[in-house]
């Protein structure tokens, strides 16, 4: 079974602080994916990534970066810590389809991010 | 901008009614389309889905979905729930080519006992 591991379950930080959430996937997917999700707006793409090093702008990119140094780990990064991005962060990943066709996307358990 | 919407946020019903729930998006072109379930306490994993071919799809747990691609729609049904299908339901759409996948809100779906 494909395994995408998220590093924290729950965190709570404070306002300004750098807050790193990591993801692992043990399948070689080529494609990574960081979502938040908020009651009643379903999920949102963050970033994702289709490839070591490569990384594009999802829906709402700002307050996030995200890095890809290997192809198993795709870590989101909050650089100052908002209230406004409490939520729960989904990784995902998937791999790359022939011809853009979809493929399974694989999630994780997700990480609850608390910001006080 | 594609979207996608599901047209209720939430579900009551009692065990053994059917259950349909909707999902429309905005996309002229072809794509590739999901239901994804998250059990209370669970990760989201995929209920079924659709890439070509015959536009009814089964799933997981005696779910279907029907494509109809006039109405740009992609109906998730079950002919009797249970109580252990309570969670949340989401429609998700990837446009063939692309890279991201877009999702609806959700819709939770209470089943009572």
């Known amino acids: ?116 | 901008a594609q979207s996608v919407s599901q047209h209720n946020h939430h579900v009551i019903l009692s065990e053994a009614a059917s259950l349909e729930l909707g999902c429309n998006y905005s996309y002229g072109g072809t794509v590739n389309l999901f239901w994804y379930v998250q059990y209370p306490g669970q990760h989201l994993q995929l209920l079924l889905k659709y890439f070509s071919g015959d536009p009814l799809v089964k799933g997981i747990k005696g779910f279907e979905a029907e494509f109809i691609k006039s109405k740009f729609s992609f109906n998730l049904r079950k002919p009797s729930v249970q109580w252990s299908d309570t969670a949340e339901y989401f429609c998700a759409v990837k446009i063939t080519g692309g890279f991201k996948t877009i999702f609806g809100a959700g819709t939770r779906l209470f089943v009572k006992a």
């Open chain 1, 1 to 116: 079974d494909v395994k995408v591991t998220q590093s924290s379950r729950y965190l709570v930080k404070r306002t300004g602080e750098k807050v790193f959430l990591e993801c692992v996937q043990d399948m070689d997917h080529e494609n990574m994916f960081w979502y938040r999700q908020d009651p009643g707006l379903g999920l949102r793409l963050i970033y994702f990534s289709y490839d070591v090093k490569m990384k594009e702008k999802g829906d709402i990119p700002e307050g996030y970066s995200v890095s890809r140094e290997k192809k198993e780990r795709f870590s989101l990064i909050l650089e100052s810590a908002s209230t406004n991005q409490t939520s729960m962060y989904l990784c995902a990943s998937t791999k790359r389809g022939l011809r853009g066709q979809g493929h399974t996307i694989y999630f994780g358990e997700g990480s609850w991010l608390t910001v006080v």
